[in-house]
């Protein structure tokens, strides 16, 4: 079996002396993995980081194999990840949450654009969180628990809507709401694509995708627990919205 495709680098983890084994969210054929021979190497290893784009070969004998890899770089985006403490926090959370959340050799085409474009911003510091915010909702919605934030869920109406259910991801108005709204989540303007997108609404509506991915994505994968990449990242940019 063999094949050639591009891919993004998950993780990287050693494997005996020299060689590591590489998990790759490929464009065709979804979370990969596979052993590169002489990772450690001064050519391959400065290659192997979070985020880079790879040309890759992928050998093994029978196809459910863990097979090898051999590798070029395509693009490095480390230079424009450690330029910006909050873009290299959210740097880590996009590899660990895809490779968290993917299941294994199930292409996901739009979801790979949607990353590849996503990281291709991260010397855009300023709006760079914003597009975090988007690649999130899109995350989810490729996976399956996507919100719905046409209309409200109670009224039927698409004006004033101001809450997500934390049941159903359906969004929900004020005068849905009524005496429940304290028991939903907030929905700011920016997750309807409107206002500014400031790091402050960010952060609220990452706390919003957040109860989904906690308590709805996580539980339907097993007991693990999110990846801490990702409330490292929220941390970074709630430094980042302090300080105006």
């Not at 063999?2 to 998950?10: Q, S």
């Not at 399956?144 to 934030?149: A, M, R």
């Not at 304290?182 to 706390?207: F, I």
Request: with cysteine; hydrophobic share 45%; glycine share 8%.
């Amino acid at each position: 079996m063999e094949w050639r495709d591009t891919g993004i680098l998950l993780s990287t983890r050693r494997h005996g002396e020299t060689s590591a084994i590489l998990e790759v969210f490929t464009e065709t054929r979804g979370r990969h993995a596979g052993v590169v021979r002489g990772a450690t190497s001064r050519r391959i290893a400065p290659v192997l980081q979070p985020g880079a784009e790879l040309d890759l070969s992928w050998r093994a004998r029978l196809e459910d194999h863990l097979g090898s890899y051999t590798i070029e770089l395509k693009r490095s985006r480390a230079a424009a990840a450690m330029a910006d403490r909050v873009s290299l926090a959210g740097l880590n959370a996009v590899v660990t949450l895809l490779a968290f959340a993917l299941p294994e050799r199930e292409a996901a085409p739009d979801l790979y654009e949607r990353t590849r474009t996503l990281l291709d911003l991260l010397d855009r510091h300023e709006i760079w969180p914003l597009a975090y915010l988007r690649w999130e909702m899109a995350l989810l919605d490729d996976l399956g628990f996507g919100l719905d934030l046409r209309a409200c869920a109670v009224t039927g109406q698409a004006n004033a809507l101001a809450y997500v259910s934390p049941k159903t991801g359906r969004a929900v108005s004020e005068r849905g709401a009524g005496e429940w709204a304290s028991r939903l989540l907030p929905l700011p303007e920016v997750m309807l694509g409107a206002g500014p997108g400031e790091d402050a609404e960010v952060l609220t509506a990452l706390g919003t995708t957040g109860h989904f991915l906690e308590h709805h994505l996580a539980p339907s994968l097993g007991s693990r627990p999110l990846p801490s990449a990702r409330a490292q990242f929220l941390d970074r940019l709630a430094r980042r919205a302090a300080q105006g």
